[in-house]
């Protein structure tokens, strides 16, 4: 008898081991709770309606309708999309369409290829975000159905290429760029198998539990019927697992499960992970995948509900924590929420689960819209305030972690701005900012959740005088060394950016070239490589030498260039603006053009100077002249004038006549 055989045995003999049986009247299946703490999640691509066609009139458009169906509609729903291209089909070319409605407020997050994607929503009760950046985006009319919905959607287009009714989805893979359907118009179908483009996770609504407490608090039995038809049960098997989790502390240890798996006939049960102490109950074929991959052959079981519970209780469980059925499925996951109570008594009582409650709401609901970014030197955080409107609890003021950091209400978002030095922000590594988002409550209560984001990729220089690289400057001294460093930031830390090229531009001159492919130009330029094994921070030193004549400051630019790696062609550039000046003034003689000039001047001005001399001279001359002497005077004026000469005048040559 091998291992697989005795397990079965020792499976056989654990179910018809019972205590006494309890009254099945004594159970009445209510919705299960939420502070119940079980989850049923299962796989499928059956939708409860829906349809395809041949699409819009315009080929090379695919037109896609996902009507959301969400019957818990306290809180917001968090959906992931995931859209992927058909294989070997290029949908380059193509333009895709997604036209979302939902019933509550939906978190949607998109992931795709490269593909062009359009979305047509509601934005009041949808919030969009992709992998991509921004989504082109377009509002939705208000419609009151998805038939509704599908009319609008094929006299706006011609045509769409799926419907699909989706109840409570948690993910959806859809896949495009195929030819899914044939027919011109698409007709929604009950019960409808999208299975050519669509799988999809949901947590289901139907389960049910009884209210009823356990005489025994660590056993408890959980029913699972699959009702999916005869053909689905045949073409696949169902894969289950059963977690026991626990949010704060330690899960249960030694919780005894009873579990019961009702499906067709020829349906194969692959069952993953459980408890060590689980028994089971199981129709058709299943696998203990953990211990070997035999099947083993179950039992037929009842039809009814009622039959599956006195099935149960006929084993002495009392407590029926979970009953689904699950129309169709091809993975199944069981979540128990069990905890172990904590090993110190609690002196004061405890605060209601409400407050609790309201603090998870609010860290999932962050956690699904990351309001935070990092931008080039400030953190910004702005929350939209549509989506707090389904907090019982509402929000009354929100803080950075410094509570002098207050967000200002724009009537639609909480906005608020801090820069990196600022409100006790911190930066690790240079990329990576950390803090904290406080929010007041309406019932004073505060809720702290911490958050982190990556400042944008970044090349930087920065030019230091000393070899200490202490004080960074923009001034380049010429005929001396100057220091450069060239720092990348990023938040791959594996990557190791690699220095291409760095250039000095003067203004009306050609650039110097300094580094070229990772190497220096000139005996002037030499490469001091990375920086504290930092393969990020690159470094160098050059000698700018001055010219003939330069010697007045002038402006430059200092550029450099680095690429990701030596396979990767992408690169990013950065340049920083210096100031060019000389040590010392110098004076090497006067130019040619210098002397001919000053020759040229004092020339020019002697020129000018002799010119308003002679001009001087030439206007004041006839003032400064003496009547002229007749050269014959009249005799009375000749005698008279001669004897005052002689009679008032006494010279040798006078007194020598006289004598």
């Known amino acids: 008898m091998d291992g697989v055989q005795c397990l079965a045995l020792l499976l056989a003999f654990s179910l018809v081991t019972s205590a006494s049986p309890v009254n099945i009247q004594d159970c009445t299946l209510q ?60 949908t380059q070319q193509r333009k895709v369409v997604f036209i979302v409605s939902s019933n509550s407020h939906t978190f949607l997050t998109v992931h795709s290829e490269d593909l062009p994607l359009t979305f047509i929503y509601n934005s009041e009760n949808i919030f969009l975000k992709t992998n991509y950046g921004e989504a082109n985006s377009t509002q939705i009319p208000s419609l009151g159905s998805g038939e509704e919905l599908l009319k609008w959607a094929e006299l706006m287009y011609g045509g769409v290429s799926s419907f699909a009714n989706v109840g409570s989805p948690q993910q959806i893979l859809f896949q495009v760029g195929k030819e899914i359907g044939t027919s011109e118009d698409c007709i929604p179908e009950t019960d409808f198998n999208a299975g050519q483009y669509l799988e999809m996770d949901v947590v289901s609504s139907e389960v049910k539990s009884c209210p009823l407490s356990s005489k025994h608090p660590r056993e408890e039995a959980h029913i699972v019927w699959l009702q999916q038809s005869h053909q689905d049960s045949s073409s696949q098997a169902v894969e289950l697992n059963m977690n026991v989790t626990c949010d704060k502390g330690d899960p249960f240890k030694d919780l005894n499960v009873f579990l019961v798996l009702k499906g067709q006939e020829n349906l194969l049960w692959n069952i993953g992970s459980t408890t060590h102490s689980t028994r089971f109950l199981v129709s058709g074929q299943y696998r203990l995948k953990h211990i070997s991959s035999r099947t083993i052959h179950g039992q037929a079981l009842p039809d009814s509900k009622e039959g599956l519970m006195r099935k149960v209780q006929e084993r002495g469980f009392d407590f029926i924590a979970s009953y689904t059925e699950i129309p169709s499925a091809n993975r199944i996951t069981l979540e128990i929420f069990r905890c172990e109570p904590p090993t110190e008594v609690a002196t004061t009582p405890q605060a209601s689960n409400h407050p609790h409650r309201t603090t998870r709401e609010i860290e999932r609901l962050l956690d699904l819209m990351k309001p ?54 911190q930066v690790e590594r240079g990329i990576h900012v950390k803090n904290q988002l406080i929010l007041t409550l309406a019932s004073l209560q505060q809720v702290t959740v911490p958050f982190e984001c990556s400042l944008p990729e970044k090349l930087s220089l920065q030019l230091y005088p000393t070899p200490e690289f202490k004080l960074p400057s923009t001034t380049l001294e010429v005929n001396k060394v100057a220091y450069v460093q060239v720092s990348f930031r990023t938040a791959a830390e ?15 001159k050609a650039s110097l070239l300094l580094i070229h492919n990772g190497t220096s130009t000139s005996s002037s330029v030499k490469i001091l490589g990375a920086f504290d094994n930092r393969p990020w921070v690159h470094r160098f030193q050059f000698i700018y030498e001055a010219e003939d004549g330069e010697w007045s400051s002038s402006l430059a630019t200092l550029f450099c ?24 003034m110098h004076n090497p003689g006067l130019a040619l053009s210098t002397v001919v000039g000053i020759t040229f001047g004092a020339f020019l001005i002697g020129v000018l100077l002799t010119a308003a001399l002679w001009y001087i001279y030439s206007h004041t001359r006839p003032l400064a002249k003496i009547p002229p002497v007749s050269a014959n005077p009249p005799a009375s004026e000749s005698s008279s004038t001669n004897h005052s000469i002689g009679s008032t005048q006494s010279t040798p040559c006078s007194t020598s006549s006289m004598a």
């Open 494 to 508: 594996e990557s190791s950016p690699q220095l291409q090229e760095c250039s000095l531009k003067t203004s009306g």
């Open 561 to 584: 260039r680095v690429s990701l790696s030596h396979h990767d062609p992408s690169s990013f550039e950065s340049s920083l603006e210096v100031k060019v000046k000389t040590t010392q």
């Open 372 to 425: 935070w970014s990092c931008l080039d030197n400030t953190v910004e955080v702005a929350l939209a305030k549509q989506y707090l409107q389904v907090l019982n609890d509402p929000v009354t003021a929100m803080t950075l972690q410094d509570r002098s950091c207050v967000a200002q209400d724009n009537m639609t978002h909480l906005v608020v701005r801090s820069f990196l030095e600022d409100c006790f922000t």
């Open 31 to 90: 919705p299960l709770g939420q502070e119940q703490g079980v989850k049923v999640l299962y796989s499928t691509s059956r939708v409860p309606s829906g349809c395809v066609s041949q699409g819009p009139l315009e080929t090379d458009w695919e037109v896609h309708i996902l009507y959301l169906q969400y019957k818990d509609r306290s809180g917001v729903s968090q959906l992931h999309l995931n859209v992927s291209s058909a294989e070997g089909n290029s």
